[in-house]
């Protein structure tokens, strides 16, 4: 078990630019989430795939924002002609379906920083 | 709509004291709790969770957490703080599993350890 990863860590881009992060959760976990965190907030939901399957989308997730997890394993989290509004850490959890509670394991996260 | 408060923005604390977050929750039906721990620049860790059962719940680090359901609160404790737990601590609750529920976070409270 080597927990959830997430590449880059850090991102700066230019506004205008395409971004793309990618998480990879614990292997065995059939649902991955993301999550947007601003400073001083707590993460708010993004969206949520159990094994290849988006099965819900927040409000906060805007026609840019584009989520993939073609394999039901890695997933890709890309945001399009990017705002100064998008700076923020992006966080990707996984967790396995049946299991009490639902816990989530979270990555360390992407910060990102649009200028 | 599920919903987590913590009305502590900021808390300080001795070394050694005792330390109490508070967490209020509003959910329709039975809640899964969370009470995560995150350090500058890194993602979330499971300090404890909530399920059923006992209503006083033992987490890692010496952390431990109380569901009152009269008062929908999931207050965390510890006895004695130590330098190390300075960090941002996370309310958070979460739908039936069935649901695959997304996890509602509050805004969070910053813990300051006092030498």
């Known amino acids: 078990d080597t927990g959830v990863s997430q590449d880059p860590r850090h991102k700066i881009t230019k506004r205008g630019q395409n971004v793309t992060f990618r998480c990879d959760p614990i292997?065995?976990?059939?649902?991955l989430y993301w999550y947007r965190q601003t400073l001083g907030q707590g993460p708010e939901f993004l969206t949520y795939?159990?094994?290849?399957?988006?099965?819900?989308k927040s409000r906060l997730l805007s026609d840019r924002f584009s989520a993939e997890r073609p394999k039901g394993s890695f997933s890709t989290l890309e945001i399009q002609r990017t705002e100064q509004g998008d700076s923020a850490m992006y966080l990707c959890?996984?967790?396995?379906?049946?299991?009490?509670?639902?816990?989530?394991?979270f990555g360390p996260g992407t910060r990102l920083t649009v200028l | 709509a599920q919903s987590v408060t913590q009305p502590d923005i900021h808390i300080t604390v001795s070394e050694g004291a005792s330390l109490e977050l508070r967490c209020n929750y509003s959910y329709g039906a039975t809640p899964y709790l969370f009470w995560y721990v995150q350090s500058p620049g890194q993602g979330l860790q499971l300090l404890l969770k909530?399920?059923?059962?006992?209503?006083l719940v033992q987490g890692i680090k010496g952390f431990e957490a109380e569901f009152k359901r009269s008062q929908s609160s999931f207050n965390l404790r510890k006895p004695s703080v130590h330098w190390s737990d300075a960090a941002e601590y996370f309310c958070a609750v979460g739908g039936l599993n069935t649901n695959a529920g997304k996890s509602t976070f509050g805004d969070g409270t910053t813990l300051t350890v006092k030498p």
């Open positions: 959890a996984s967790s396995l379906s049946g299991r009490a509670g639902n816990e989530q394991f």
């Open positions: 909530y399920f059923s059962g006992d209503t």
């Open positions: 795939f159990q094994n290849e399957a988006q099965l819900e």
């Open positions: 292997s065995e976990h059939n649902r």
